[in-house]
């Protein structure tokens, strides 16, 4: 089956530590993109790629860092600079030859400071 | 700035009944919206879409209606059941890849 995966699903960092989350999909799709959400608010966007090699920062980048090497891979990397990195972290990937096609999410990395 | 947000941050509604949980955009460009369904601790699940051109698309026991004059959607779910428990969130885009999301209204069902 098609999906796009996240991993791990919990994950706890320390004070100064930095950590990376995964995100693997098999859907074929161009573009990819992380998410942060917060309770009681909206999905808000860190990174995003579109093509292999190259990606841009959404509303909410400090702190956190991307790559794309692959077109099926975009980790992302929460620094120590990002001060409140607990939240719930999603994952998604859509086909760009179709505008407004709608995202596939992963089903979220769900990281606490300790 | 650009949002997309909704009314109410919880709805309850009985077990059989018709819910209905609204959204509103600020972009007049935003021509294509979706809804999704996000359970606890999941991630968000595609429900139904609309397009700008359209007024109203029905799915499985689901509806979305557009108003483009007050920029205004509404999700319609019939026969409520307690599996329509979670939050859903509207998402709006002006034709690029990006979507602006809404915060959520949790849909809470009642034995």
């Known amino acids: 089956d098609g999906g796009i995966t996240q991993s791990p699903k919990y994950l706890f960092r320390k004070e100064g530590q930095n950590v990376t989350l995964s995100c693997e999909q098999n859907?074929?799709?161009?573009?990819m993109y992380w998410y942060r959400q917060d309770p009681g608010q909206g999905l808000r966007l860190i990174y995003y790629?579109?093509?292999?090699?190259?990606?841009q920062k959404g509303d909410i980048a400090e702190g956190y860092s991307v790559s794309r090497e692959k077109k099926e891979s975009f980790p992302l990397t929460v620094t120590s600079a990002q001060k409140n990195p607990t939240a719930f972290y999603l994952c998604?990937?859509?086909?760009?030859?179709?505008?407004?096609?709608?995202?596939?999410f992963g089903s979220g990395t769900r990281l606490t400071v300790v | 700035g650009e949002s997309v947000g909704l009314h109410l941050p919880t709805l309850s509604v009985q077990k059989g009944d018709n819910s209905i949980i609204n959204c509103a955009y600020s972009n007049s460009a935003s021509d294509y919206f979706i809804w999704y369904k996000q359970e606890s601790g999941k991630g968000p699940q595609f429900i139904i879409d609309?397009?700008?051109?359209?007024d109203k698309r029905q799915g499985q026991r689901v509806t979305v209606l557009l108003n483009k004059t007050v920029k205004h959607l509404s999700l319609q779910i019939a026969a409520t059941q307690p599996g329509d428990s979670a939050v859903y969130f509207c998402?709006?885009?002006?034709?690029?890849?990006?979507?602006?999301f809404g915060t959520g209204t949790r849909l809470k069902v009642l034995a």
């Open positions: 609309i397009r700008s051109n359209m």
């Open positions: 790629s579109q093509i292999v090699n190259d990606f």
């Open positions: 859907l074929n799709h161009d573009a």
């Open positions: 998604a990937s859509s086909i760009l030859s179709r505008a407004g096609d709608g995202y596939t």
């Open positions: 998402a709006g885009t002006s034709g690029t890849y990006k979507y602006i």
